[in-house]
């Protein structure tokens, strides 16, 4: 398979791995196109999303967690 791939139209979501023993895990994907987030990822554990950049959405995990945390 020959083909280019442009990560230039990425954007970034914060999901919420759900776990029963600790606290939940939030990870930081991209994704193409907002469909294809929601195609791959449960609506419920989608905690924000539409951010152009890795470092935006890792702030947008810590100020959950903090919130959470309060």
């Known amino acids: ?6 990560f230039s ?6 999901i ?3 776990r029963t023993e600790a606290d939940p895990e939030r990870l930081i994907i991209a994704y193409p ?5 929601h195609n791959v990822i449960a ?3 989608i905690i ?3 951010f ?3 470092e935006e959405a890792e702030v947008s995990a810590r100020a959950c967690v ?3 945390a309060a």
């Not at 398979?1 to 442009?6: H, L, P």
């Not at 139209?9 to 914060?14: D, I, P």
């Not at 196109?33 to 987030?37: G, I, V």
């Open 66 to 68: 903090s919130a959470a």
């Open 43 to 45: 609506a419920r554990c």
């Open 9 to 14: 139209g990425l954007r970034y979501a914060v």
């Open 1 to 6: 398979m020959n083909g280019m791939v442009d």
């Open 52 to 54: 152009s950049s890795r």
């Open 16 to 18: 919420e791995a759900l």
């Open 33 to 37: 196109t907002e469909q294809a987030l």
């Open 48 to 50: 924000a999303f539409g």
